[in-house]
C-alpha cells in the first residue's frame, strides 16, 4: 500500500456510483527515488529499556531495608527476608545467561545466596 505525502499529486477516481478511492501512480517516482527513505530512517523505535536501572534501585532499596533490621531495630527474621526479595531484582543485566556473566557477578550474586541461606538456616535452629 502507497500512502500520499501531498493530497493534490493524489487524484480520486471513482470505482462505482458511491465507492471512491485514492491513486498515487503518479507521485511513484517519488517514492522510489530515496528521499522518503531517509525520512523513515531518521525516526527512533527504540525504547529505553528500564528494568536495569529499576532492578538496581530496588535491589539496593531491598539491601538498605535489611541493613536496618539488622543494625537498627535487630529483626534478623526481617532482614534475611528483605535479602531474599533483594535478589528478585537483577542488579545486573537480567536478560543475560548466567554462562555468559562475568566472573564478579556471578559470585556476587552466588555470595548474596549463600548469606540468606546461611539466614534462614540461623532463623530455623535460633
Known amino acids: 500500500m502507497r500512502l500520499c505525502y501531498s493530497f493534490n499529486a493524489c487524484t480520486a477516481m471513482k470505482r462505482s456510483s458511491k465507492e471512491f478511492f485514492f491513486s498515487c501512480n ?3 517516482s517519488n517514492v ?3 528521499k522518503n527513505d531517509n525520512m523513515t530512517n531518521n525516526v527512533s523505535t527504540k525504547t529505553k529499556d528500564w528494568t536495569k536501572s529499576v532492578n538496581k534501585i530496588l535491589y539496593t532499596g531491598f539491601i538498605l531495608i535489611a541493613v536496618f533490621y539488622i543494625l537498627f ?3 534478623i527474621p526481617e532482614a534475611v527476608s ?3 526479595i533483594a535478589l528478585i531484582f537483577d542488579p545486573f543485566n537480567p536478560n543475560q545467561p548466567w554462562s555468559q ?3 564478579y557477578q556471578r559470585i556476587w550474586l552466588f555470595v548474596h545466596v549463600s548469606i540468606v541461606l ?4 540461623y532463623i530455623s535452629i535460633r
Request: aromatic share 6%.
Open 82 to 84: 528483605s535479602l531474599g
Open 118 to 121: 546461611l539466614g534462614f538456616v
Open 26 to 28: 503518479n507521485l511513484l
Open 32 to 34: 522510489t527515488d530515496g
Open 101 to 103: 556473566r562475568p566472573l
Open 73 to 75: 531495630s535487630k529483626n
